[in-house]
């Protein structure tokens, strides 16, 4: 797609319509914006009619909140707007999601966002599906963090949170926290890498200017920071340990890596009991190996 680009001359944020504008610009017309660029985006571009529409809607119900019978007029035609984008396009953005600047969609047919957070810089493909879970009485919304590209015919539902960088593989369906710079895939989705560079599939980078730091409050001492925490020497409580126990039986697979699934466990066990290898005087060598896992649980006063 060329060249990673990015916005920097203005707070996106004030006015993100015009980041997703220079986006399309930058994708679709490889960042040139000459007559003919900019009557193939604003005439015949669906994907960014659909993306325009939620801005326009959003940007009506403000106008309304302020002036009542003035933005009678903008609501109404953001209704009849919508309308004709969910018959014609299938595709419906909730007026309720908070998504950041930088929204594309790389193809646009049978997308549906409800009620939920986006942060900047999304990518979404066509069929993919993001808003609230109805089994199992959860009826939270995903939280989506930035710089997050959404393959075809995903699916992400519920309480959950995507951690800034993901990459939600076509025809995924996560219903589970994705931790940031994860590539997930598969029904039900799992991460099967880690530390994924997604920065060629966005081809855009979402910048803000840097802020002037605030002076100091005269005659006002800093409050002082907050020593931190010590990591526990002794034994984990025996919540820990049955927490632990049971992401580790989650995470063993059977038919699968024996030695790959330790070292997972093992990472996971040195998270939740804090463990720092010189004071729990375990072999640094050991850490990500079958014998660390055991060492670990056996200082956390389990069994492997």
């Known amino acids: 797609m060329g060249d990673i680009r990015d916005r920097v001359d203005e707070d996106p944020d004030v006015r993100p319509f015009r980041t997703d ?21 604003w005439l015949w571009n669906a994907d960014f009619r659909v993306v325009a ?27 009849i707007w919508r309308r004709r984008v969910m018959n014609v396009h299938h595709a419906d953005i909730d007026h309720r999601a908070e998504i950041g600047p ?8 049978g997308v549906f966002i409800g009620p939920v957070t986006i942060g900047d810089n999304c990518v979404l493909h066509h069929n993919v599906t993001i808003g609230q879970r109805v089994a199992s009485g959860d009826h939270g919304v995903p939280r ?10 995903a699916t992400i539902t519920g309480d959950v949170t995507i951690g800034d960088g993901a990459t939600i593989s076509a025809g995924s369906v996560v219903s589970r926290d994705v931790p940031a710079r994860a590539l997930v895939a598969g029904n039900p989705g799992r991460v099967i890498a880690s530390d994924y560079d997604n920065a060629s599939m966005l081809n855009y980078r979402v910048r803000r200017p840097a ?7 005269p005659d006002l001492e800093p409050e002082p920071e907050p020593e931190p925490e010590q990591p526990d020497s002794g034994h984990a409580d025996a919540a820990q340990v049955d927490r632990a126990l049971s992401e580790y039986a989650r995470l063993r ?3 699968g890596d ?22 729990e005087q ?14 670990v649980l056996a200082q956390a006063g389990g069994t492997a």
Not at 144 to 153: A, E, K, Q, R, S
Not at 211 to 217: D, G, H, L, Q, V
Not at 282 to 295: F, N, S, Y
């Open 53 to 79: 529409c939620y801005r326009f809607d959003r940007a009506a119900r403000r106008y309304q909140a302020e002036h009542r019978l003035a933005g009678l007029p903008p609501r109404v035609f953001a209704a």
């Open 253 to 255: 697979d059977p038919h």
């Open 21 to 41: 504008v220079d986006k399309y610009y930058t994708i679709s017309a490889e960042g040139r914006r000459g007559p003919a660029q900019r009557l193939r985006l």
């Open 102 to 109: 930088g929204l594309f969609l790389m193809h646009h047919t």
């Open 258 to 279: 024996r030695h790959l699934e330790a070292v997972k466990a093992a990472i996971f066990l040195e998270d939740v009991f804090h463990v720092v290898l010189r004071e």
């Open 282 to 295: 375990i072999d640094p060598a050991l850490l990500g190996t079958a014998e660390g896992m055991r060492a």
């Open 144 to 153: 989506l963090g930035d710089d997050v590209w959404i393959g075809p015919g």
């Open 211 to 217: 802020r002037a730091p605030e002076a100091a409050a």
